[in-house]
T-cell receptor
Framework: GESVGLHLPTLSVQEGDNSIINCAYS??????FIWYKQESGKGPQFIID?????DKRQGQRVTVLLNKTVKHLSLQIAATQPGDSAVYFC????????????FGKGTLLTVNP | DSGVTQTPKHLITATGQRVTLRCSPR?????VYWYQQSLDQGLQFLIQ???????AKGNILERFSAQQFPDLHSELNLSSLELGDSALYFC???????????FGPGTRLTVL
């Protein structure tokens, strides 16, 4: 029979360009957010996190922006490289003080050389 | 390498069987989480332990159980396996209950 899978949003960029991956989260009470990168056959890899008392946080080549007004999170990757090709997930803490992460469906990023 | 280890990497078994998945958290991490990732459901939280005690439950079936041992490693037991249990099972760990979770490489379970 036909397999049913998640239809992931996809983003295709050229090597060297900047990438922006967006995420709409569901719980207005969520106070902590994480971006993960998952390559095929591997576990999710922590990229960057942000708490709700901030609206921007920068890491190495990555920036996370948080807009609590519209419940929106974005991940910006500067100078995207072929090794950045993966599925990117945002996760929000929906468990209050005892963190329980709820993951989005993910975005497939493809970097073209 | 996140520092979280999981065994086995692959597991193939038959319907009705029982399996045990094992996870060792990063050194110093007290909290362990289990997740299931399937094609149609995405990444789903199953259960969390902190320093040996169950802290939170997610979408975990009654046929599934877990525990965290005094040395902080954790095991996820899956019984009366069904075809639909075929998935990737990930363990994650964190220092405490309100910090970033780091994931292991996963166990791919195939139920035939």
């Amino acid at each position: 029979g036909e397999s049913v899978g998640l239809h992931l949003p996809t983003l295709s960029v050229q090597e060297g360009d900047n990438s922006i991956i967006n995420c709409a989260y569901s719980n207005s009470a969520s106070d902590y957010f994480i971006w993960y990168k998952q390559e095929s056959g591997k576990g999710p890899q922590f990229i960057i996190d942000i708490r709700s008392n901030m609206d921007k946080r920068q890491g190495q080549r990555v920036t996370v922006l948080l807009n609590k007004t519209v419940k929106h999170l974005s991940l910006q990757i500067a100078a995207t490289q072929p090794g950045d090709s993966a599925v990117y997930f945002c996760a929000e803490n929906s468990g209050g003080s005892n963190y329980k992460l709820t993951f989005g469906k993910g975005t497939l990023l493809t970097v073209n050389p | 390498d996140s520092g979280v280890t999981q065994t086995p990497k692959h597991l193939i078994t038959a319907t009705g069987q029982r399996v045990t998945l094992r996870c060792s958290p990063r050194s110093g991490d007290l909290s362990v989480y289990w997740y299931q990732q399937s094609l149609d459901q995405g990444l789903q939280f199953l259960i969390q332990y902190y320093n040996g005690e169950e802290r939170a439950k997610g979408n975990i079936l009654e046929r599934f159980s877990a525990q965290q041992f005094p040395d902080l490693h954790s095991e996820l037991n899956l019984s009366s396996l069904e075809l639909g249990d075929s998935a990737l099972y990930f363990c994650a760990s964190s220092v405490n209950t309100h910090n970033a979770q780091y994931f292991g490489p996963g166990t791919r379970l195939t139920v035939l």
